[in-house]
């Protein structure tokens, strides 16, 4: 899955912006990241995978409600990840990961971390069925689902299954949507960046 996904986001524009121009770069760097995300935080996480045949062709990792935020990787993983992406990429994907935490909805809900196809495989109907998996699985406990993109193909996607944009940002230079399913209407909070102390 962490090879599936390395190659899903590697033309995110967020990537672009962080990593450069170099793809063969981008994909190492993802790599070291979802090491950090998927490997140390499996027991708190709720990950699927899809399959073409034997092939595993994507998947997602979601947190469940009360979880969020992860605890940071260890040190072993976030040393892999200084020397795959640099001092200057880890910086500033901590800056977008604070920046994007200050937004989250105040109601609890599932976070959808990362749902990613191999770029070969999209537009079959492997992430719908990824997705449509985490909403019956978050729909028995009757909790909503929130996530953020950085492509706009993307946030078509989701709210073609019913999520709605609650906010956007520019982060880096890149447009980053908020998008929620199942939040209650009268929730004046969901992705409010001001929280009352």
């Known amino acids: 899955m962490l090879e599936v996904l390395a190659h899903?986001?590697?033309?995110?524009?967020?990537?672009?912006?962080?990593?450069?121009?170099?793809?063969?770069?981008?994909?190492?760097?993802?790599?070291a990241g979802l090491r950090a995300l998927v490997l140390?935080?499996?027991?708190?996480?709720?990950?699927?995978?899809?399959?073409?045949?034997?092939?595993?062709?994507?998947?997602l990792?979601?947190?469940?409600?009360?979880?969020?935020?992860?605890?940071?990787?260890?040190?072993?993983r976030l040393a892999g990840c200084f020397i795959q992406q640099g001092a200057r990429a880890m910086d500033q994907w901590g800056f977008v990961s604070?920046?994007?935490?200050?937004?989250?909805?105040?109601e609890d809900h599932w976070y959808l971390s990362v749902l990613g196809v191999a770029?070969?495989?999209?537009?079959?109907?492997?992430?719908g069925r990824l997705l449509?998996?985490?909403?019956?699985h978050a729909g028995e406990g009757?909790?909503?689902?929130?996530l953020e993109s950085d492509r706009e193909e993307s946030v078509r996607f989701y709210e073609r299954r019913g999520f709605q944009s609650c906010d956007e940002t520019q982060l880096l230079g890149v447009k980053c949507h908020c998008l929620g399913l199942g939040f209650s209407e009268?929730?004046?909070?969901?992705c409010d960046s001001v929280r009352e102390l």
Do not use: C
Request: glycine share 8%.
């Open 8 to 31: 899903a986001f590697r033309e995110n524009p967020m990537n672009v912006v962080i990593h450069g121009s170099n793809p063969a770069r981008r994909v190492r760097a993802n790599r």
């Open 40 to 59: 140390d935080s499996e027991s708190s996480t709720w990950a699927r995978v899809i399959r073409n045949d034997e092939e595993v062709v994507g998947g």
């Open 61 to 76: 990792v979601a947190v469940p409600p009360g979880l969020f935020p992860l605890a940071p990787p260890s040190v072993w």
């Open 98 to 106: 604070e920046s994007l935490r200050e937004r989250h909805p105040l």
């Open 119 to 127: 770029p070969e495989f999209q537009g079959q109907g492997y992430g």
């Open 132 to 136: 449509d998996d985490l909403i019956r």
């Open 142 to 146: 009757d909790q909503p689902i929130y």
């Open 186 to 190: 009268k929730k004046p909070d969901l």
